[in-house]
């Protein structure tokens, strides 16, 4: 096989967006930061050294990482970061994956801007493209987010203050924010395309706080993959996409339009927004085809461009629930759906936005006096102060002993009802679900409105999992199994769990070690909304966690 080298090195850049200067943590100077492409198979070497005071680790998204944890990079998870001025060698191999993922910072909020895309070549042609129809080019689609203020202080300061979230300012595609935004006219992505052509379109949610629906005015979009992983093709006018999720589309240039100026407009604009006062704005790129004339008039902001049609409403349930449900794993005999059939075990476990009594001597600013936090079955996770990964490898986790409780402590109606009368106390610590290598495992995941129903995306290291049912309201344990499918769910790395609703998920814990589970929100793992998920080694040599690289970091 090949060993495929990068070098990544941490450091600020001055960046122009907004009608401002501002500095960004970025990968090589680049943002949003460089893109790896390898191809299935390949060995990866990435070595990543830190220029700057602020610690740092890289985490390689819904990369599986077989017996490679170290590689994996959730600070105090798999990792102690790598501080000023080390360097650490991520090297994994990448097998039996293809598709689009995402690399993304794994240190407090530096995601914000230290993200980029994985892209893995696939050893076999498409199953997907028709031969009259090849793919003529790639088009990247990565979403993220502008703040304005240092994105470095605000876990701190959540955390300090309980105060809510920080908002960003503004979204972007491929870090520009598009025309709507002061300043931002000549900051619009532009995708050129020429008639009667098929593109592929990478679309990557690296925002850290929003699921976002994408459309593109007049076009319709073909879902050929999901989380680096083949779905059964399905065409559709918008798509919705979570943070940490992925979603490769196919697009025929098929629309030429009548003045050669003319553009389609493409823009994302997010799901949720009413509850708490997220940035509830659009950002927006143009497809151009390529023929004579210019877009680029001088204007620093063009409040006349119209969204695009197609595009779902903020707020639009029915989208993104016809849409999610839409998803299917290919289940081809080449590509097949090993979804586990029958379970060892199941852990029914509440995924919740919590207040939490102010310390006394401490004034909080969340809402009514109270702290912010969040919590799985009451468990609010703090990260410990070493790697759970590796006191995981020298001590040993043993099964259950450490304790992640497998269903809610309390039995309330998690959905509706009267936020007053619910449990709400949460125990702060690191508690892990443990299993043996093998079990066939299922979690499902039960949103819950203590403080209000958020479409929560949940996401799982180290292993993809199938999305074998999805409900509104309480999940029912003696009913809702029935309705499984066990046939062609989708396997992905990274769930929206409907809001108001459940997600079951089923996982083959094959790979040995700690896994983060978290919501791919950013505050809200803050908050501790995670756990970790721990895979002890199986009997054989190859069902076994590799010792630690010699440069591993420090504590
Ligand atoms: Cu994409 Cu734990 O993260």
């Not at 920080?166 to 002061?182: D, K, Q, R």
């Not at 197609?310 to 979804?339: G, H, W």
């Not at 949460?426 to 495992?441: A, H, L």
Request: net charge neutral; charged share 20%; proline share 8%.
């Amino acid at each position: 096989s090949v060993t495929r080298r990068f070098r990544f090195n941490l450091e600020w850049k001055k960046v122009n967006r907004l009608c401002t200067t501002k500095r960004l943590l970025t990968v090589n100077g680049q943002f949003p930061g460089p893109t790896i492409t390898v191809n299935e198979g390949d060995d990866v070497e990435i070595k990543v050294t830190n220029r700057v005071a602020n610690n740092t680790t890289i985490h390689w998204h819904g990369i599986k990482q077989k017996r490679t944890g170290w590689a994996d990079g959730p600070a105090y998870v798999t990792q102690c970061p790598i501080g000023r001025g080390q360097s650490y060698t991520y090297k994994f191999t990448v097998a039996e994956q293809r598709g689009t993922l995402l690399w993304h910072a794994h240190y407090s909020w530096q995601r914000a801007s230290v993200y980029g895309a994985f892209i893995i070549n696939p050893r076999l042609p498409y199953p997907f493209i028709a031969p009259n129809r090849p793919i003529h080019a790639e088009i990247p689609i990565i979403f993220g987010e502008l703040w304005d203020k240092e994105v470095d202080d605000f876990e701190a300061t959540m955390l300090a203050t309980g105060a809510g979230a920080a908002i960003s300012v503004a979204y972007t595609i491929n870090g520009l924010p598009g025309p709507l935004y002061p300043c931002s006219a000549k900051d619009t992505y532009t995708a050129t395309v020429e008639y009667g052509k098929t593109y592929m379109i990478r679309v990557i949610n690296a925002a850290l706080g929003d699921e976002l629906f994408f459309s593109i005015a007049k076009h319709t979009l073909t879902v050929v993959e999901v989380d680096a992983v083949y779905t059964k093709p399905f065409t559709t006018t918008a798509i919705m996409i979570a943070p940490g999720q992925t979603t490769t589309l196919l697009l025929t240039a098929d629309q030429l339009p009548s003045d050669p100026t003319a553009t389609f407009v493409m823009a994302a604009t997010p799901y949720v927004t009413s509850i708490f006062p997220f940035d509830n704005s659009t950002t927006m790129g143009y497809l151009k085809y390529n023929t004579t004339g210019t877009i680029s008039k001088d204007r620093t902001r063009d409040l006349s461009v119209k969204l695009p049609e197609n595009l779902p409403k903020m707020e639009d349930t029915k989208f993104a629930t016809t849409f999610t449900n839409r998803i299917k794993s290919l289940a081809s005999s080449q590509y097949p759906c090993n979804v586990p059939k029958t379970i060892d075990r199941r852990v029914i476990t509440t995924i919740s936005l919590n207040l939490q009594d102010c310390p006394q001597n401490k004034t909080c600013t969340g809402y009514d006096g109270k702290m912010f936090m969040a919590s799985m079955n009451n468990q609010s996770f703090l990260r410990p102060s070493t790697s759970i990964l590796e006191t995981h490898y020298r001590t040993g986790l043993g099964t259950g002993s450490s304790g992640f409780p497998e269903r809610p402590l309390n039995k309330f109606d998690y959905t509706g009802g009267n936020a007053s009368t619910m449990n709400t106390n949460m125990e702060f610590g690191s508690r892990v679900i443990v299993v043996p290598y093998g079990t066939k495992i299922e979690i499902v995941l039960q949103g819950t409105n203590l403080l209000a129903p958020e479409n929560h995306p949940i996401h799982i290291h180290g292993h993809n999992f199938y999305v074998v049912g999805t409900g509104f309201g309480n999940f029912d344990e003696s009913r809702d199994p029935k309705g499984y499918n066990l046939v062609d769910p989708p396997e992905r790395n990274t769930v929206g769990v409907p809001m108001g609703g459940w997600a079951a998920i089923r996982i083959e814990a094959d790979n040995p070690g700690v896994w983060f589970v978290h919501c791919h929100f950013e505050p809200h793992t803050s908050w501790g909304l995670a756990t970790g998920f721990v895979v002890q080694d199986g009997p054989l040599p190859s069902q076994r966690l590799l010792p630690p690289p010699k440069d591993l970091p420090a504590c």
